[in-house]
C-alpha cells in the first residue's frame, strides 16, 4: 500500500505541472528528414522506396519513423498519376482527463503504435513561358490505426491499467497548389505551396517554402520550411501547430 501511494504521490506532483505547460505550448519546432529511391522503369512508369523520420516538441523528441513504396504514371506532359503504401510506426503524446470537479481522473504516457496508410492522387501541371510552374494536385489517403492497449494511470482508484483503443480508420482528402521555378539545367528550383486536409471539414492546413537543389544528374536535396496550422481535430489526434525543418536526399537510378 506505502508504494502504490507513493508511487500515485510521485505521478500526481509530475502531472502538477502539465496544465501550465499546455496552456504556453501553442506550438512547436521540429525536424523532418527523408529519403527516397526512385527508378524510371519506362518513359511514363517509375517506382519509388522511400523513408522519413520527424521530431516534435521543439526537435528534442522522436515524433515518428515511416517507410513508403509506391509508383506514379504519366499520363501526358501536364497529367501524372499516382499512388501508394506507407507504414507509420509513431509516438502518441501523452494525455490527461480531467474529473467533472477538476481533479486528476486519467493519465496516459506517451507510447508508440503503428498506423497503415494508402493514399492515390492525380497531379496537373501547367508551365508559363517564364518558367514558372503552376500544379495542382487531389490525393484520398486512407489511414488505418489497428487496435492497441496503451497503459494509463488512474488516479481515483491509484494504479495502473491497460485500456484498450480500438482500432480507427479515417479518410482524408489532401488539396495542394504549388508553384515552382523550374528553368532548364538550373541547379535550384525553388517554389512554394499550399496544402488542405480534409475530412469533411478542414482539419490541417500546411505551408511550404524551399528549394530543390541538383547535386548531380542522379542525386538532389529538398530543403524546406513548413508550417502546419491544426484546425478542426479529434482530441485522440491533437497536435500542436508545427514550424518543420525539412531536409530531403533522391537518387534516381
Given at each position: 500500500m506505502k508504494t502504490t501511494a507513493m508511487k500515485a504521490a510521485l505521478v500526481a506532483a509530475v502531472l502538477s505541472l502539465l496544465p501550465?505547460?499546455?496552456?504556453?505550448?501553442?506550438?512547436?519546432?521540429?525536424?523532418?528528414?527523408?529519403?527516397?529511391?526512385?527508378?524510371?522503369?519506362?518513359?511514363?512508369?517509375?517506382?519509388?522506396?522511400?523513408?522519413?523520420?520527424?521530431?516534435?516538441?521543439?526537435?528534442?523528441?522522436?515524433?515518428?519513423?515511416?517507410?513508403?513504396?509506391?509508383?506514379?504514371?504519366?499520363?501526358?506532359?501536364?497529367?501524372?498519376?499516382?499512388?501508394?503504401?506507407?507504414?507509420?510506426?509513431?509516438?502518441?503524446?501523452?494525455?490527461i482527463s480531467y474529473n467533472t470537479d477538476g481533479s486528476y481522473n486519467n493519465w496516459r504516457p506517451s507510447y508508440w503504435s503503428t498506423r497503415h496508410r494508402l493514399n492515390a492522387s492525380l497531379t496537373a501541371d501547367y508551365k508559363f513561358s517564364n518558367n514558372l510552374h503552376l500544379s495542382l494536385r487531389e490525393r484520398w489517403?486512407?489511414?488505418?490505426?489497428?487496435?492497441?492497449?496503451?497503459?494509463?494511470?488512474?488516479?481515483?482508484?491509484?494504479?495502473?491499467?491497460?485500456?484498450?483503443?480500438?482500432?480507427?480508420?479515417?479518410?482524408?482528402?489532401?488539396?495542394?497548389?504549388?508553384?515552382?521555378?523550374?528553368?532548364?539545367?538550373?541547379?535550384?528550383?525553388p517554389y512554394a505551396n499550399v496544402e488542405l486536409y480534409h475530412s469533411p471539414g478542414i482539419e490541417k492546413l500546411r505551408y511550404s517554402v524551399g528549394a530543390d537543389v541538383k547535386l548531380t544528374k542522379r542525386h538532389s536535396l529538398d530543403i524546406y520550411y513548413r508550417f502546419q496550422d491544426q484546425r478542426n481535430v479529434d482530441e485522440s489526434d491533437y497536435d500542436p501547430d508545427m514550424h518543420y525543418l525539412g531536409v530531403g536526399y533522391k537518387f534516381k537510378f
Amino acid at each position: 500500500m506505502k508504494t502504490t501511494a507513493m508511487k500515485a504521490a510521485l505521478v500526481a506532483a509530475v502531472l502538477s505541472l502539465l496544465p501550465t505547460t499546455a496552456v504556453k505550448a501553442q506550438s512547436e519546432g521540429g525536424l523532418l528528414l527523408g529519403a527516397e529511391l526512385d527508378k524510371k522503369l519506362t518513359r511514363q512508369l517509375s517506382v519509388s522506396v522511400e523513408g522519413e523520420f520527424r521530431t516534435r516538441n521543439d526537435f528534442k523528441t522522436i515524433d515518428r519513423w515511416s517507410g513508403s513504396v509506391g509508383a506514379s504514371y504519366k499520363f501526358t506532359k501536364w497529367l501524372k498519376a499516382d499512388a501508394g503504401y506507407s507504414l507509420l510506426y509513431g509516438n502518441n503524446r501523452e494525455k490527461i482527463s480531467y474529473n467533472t470537479d477538476g481533479s486528476y481522473n486519467n493519465w496516459r504516457p506517451s507510447y508508440w503504435s503503428t498506423r497503415h496508410r494508402l493514399n492515390a492522387s492525380l497531379t496537373a501541371d501547367y508551365k508559363f513561358s517564364n518558367n514558372l510552374h503552376l500544379s495542382l494536385r487531389e490525393r484520398w489517403q486512407y489511414t488505418y490505426r489497428p487496435e492497441s492497449t496503451p497503459t494509463r494511470w488512474d488516479f481515483d482508484n491509484a494504479k495502473w491499467e491497460d485500456k484498450l483503443r480500438k482500432g480507427k480508420g479515417k479518410n482524408q482528402l489532401r488539396s495542394r497548389l504549388q508553384v515552382e521555378y523550374d528553368k532548364k539545367g538550373a541547379t535550384l528550383k525553388p517554389y512554394a505551396n499550399v496544402e488542405l486536409y480534409h475530412s469533411p471539414g478542414i482539419e490541417k492546413l500546411r505551408y511550404s517554402v524551399g528549394a530543390d537543389v541538383k547535386l548531380t544528374k542522379r542525386h538532389s536535396l529538398d530543403i524546406y520550411y513548413r508550417f502546419q496550422d491544426q484546425r478542426n481535430v479529434d482530441e485522440s489526434d491533437y497536435d500542436p501547430d508545427m514550424h518543420y525543418l525539412g531536409v530531403g536526399y533522391k537518387f534516381k537510378f
